[in-house]
Each structure stands twice: as C-alpha cells, then as structure tokens.
C-alpha cells in the first residue's frame, strides 16, 4: 500500500523504505527494521538568512535554530506566530514552513497566495514540496531568503 510520510506529507510506493522527498523512514520500517539502531539525531543550526526584502530592517537578518531531532519544523510568514515572521504585503500570514531532515531541507508551501520559487542561477521554479538540500535561496513574495544547514 502506499504510505503518506510522516514528516513532509508524501505519498510514497509501498516498496521505498524511506521517503522520497525528505528521507524519513517508513514507519513500519521504523518498527520492524531499524527499532535495534538507536533513533538517529542530528546536531545542525538551521539559518534562515534575508538576502533581499522591501523590509529594509530585514536584510541581512539571520534567524538561528538549533535542531536536535529531523522533523524539527520551522514556519515561515507574515503572522506574528510564525518562527520566522516576514511583513512583506507580498507574504501569505502561513506562507511555508521548512522541515529540516538528516538529508536535507523539505520546503512546504503551506497553500500562500503568491506561491514559493526556489531560484537556481537565473531560473526561479515554484514549489509545493521538495527537499532542497542542505542549501537553497528560496523567494517568497518579493523578499529572498537564502536557507542553510550548519554543523554546530
Ligand atoms: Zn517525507
């Protein structure tokens, strides 16, 4: 049967053992397979960096997350509740939220208005859900944020 990931949301083949978006394990694989190995942790500081904005107080801003387990998730918009709040008009209240994996970054739009574009070289291409990597610049609305795995 096909599985949906417990940490992005992906619909995967029942035989991909990991998910095929963000790496996260199956979860009866979870159970069955790799119970004997201990859950796997990483230790990684998640920077959100502003490159461009109309908030001019903005640029250059970097928002900081220690993260301690994958699936540690980071949310990203307009809305004062957000971890990393963006008042640029052009930015959705819940614009996207970032799940950050023992593989990588998965950008989830959250359904914003003016959609999400990862931008790669002069091309910029929407995004519903992907794993960027370990490092992306992403544009929401009219600001860009370039997005960064650490060791710590
Ligand atoms: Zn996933």
Same mark, same amino acid.
């Given at each position: 049967m096909p599985w949906k990931c417990p940490v992005c949301g992906t619909i995967n083949r029942d035989e991909d053992l990991v998910c095929r978006i963000c790496g996260a394990y199956k979860p009866e694989a979870t159970t @069955? @397979? &790799? =119970?004997?190995? /201990?859950r796997e942790s990483i230790a990684a500081v998640a920077i959100v960096e502003v +490159? #461009? =904005? /109309? &908030? #001019? =107080? +903005? &640029?250059?801003r970097k928002f900081e997350f220690k993260i301690n387990t994958p699936g540690a998730i980071i949310t990203v918009g307009r809305?004062?509740?957000?971890?990393v709040v963006i008042p640029d008009p052009a930015v959705s209240r819940r614009h996207m939220r970032l799940i950050v994996t023992s593989n990588g970054v998965v950008v989830e739009d959250l359904g914003s208005s003016n959609g999400t574009y990862i931008i790669e070289g002069n091309n910029e291409r929407l995004i519903k859900v992907e794993n960027v990597g370990r490092q992306a610049v992403l544009k929401i609305g009219n600001t860009k944020l370039r997005i960064y795995l650490t060791h710590r």
């Amino acid at each position: 049967m096909p599985w949906k990931c417990p940490v992005c949301g992906t619909i995967n083949r029942d035989e991909d053992l990991v998910c095929r978006i963000c790496g996260a394990y199956k979860p009866e694989a979870t159970t @069955k @397979k &790799i =119970s004997q190995t /201990p859950r796997e942790s990483i230790a990684a500081v998640a920077i959100v960096e502003v +490159l #461009e =904005s /109309p &908030i #001019e =107080s +903005l &640029i250059g801003r970097k928002f900081e997350f220690k993260i301690n387990t994958p699936g540690a998730i980071i949310t990203v918009g307009r809305a004062v509740e957000n971890q990393v709040v963006i008042p640029d008009p052009a930015v959705s209240r819940r614009h996207m939220r970032l799940i950050v994996t023992s593989n990588g970054v998965v950008v989830e739009d959250l359904g914003s208005s003016n959609g999400t574009y990862i931008i790669e070289g002069n091309n910029e291409r929407l995004i519903k859900v992907e794993n960027v990597g370990r490092q992306a610049v992403l544009k929401i609305g009219n600001t860009k944020l370039r997005i960064y795995l650490t060791h710590r």
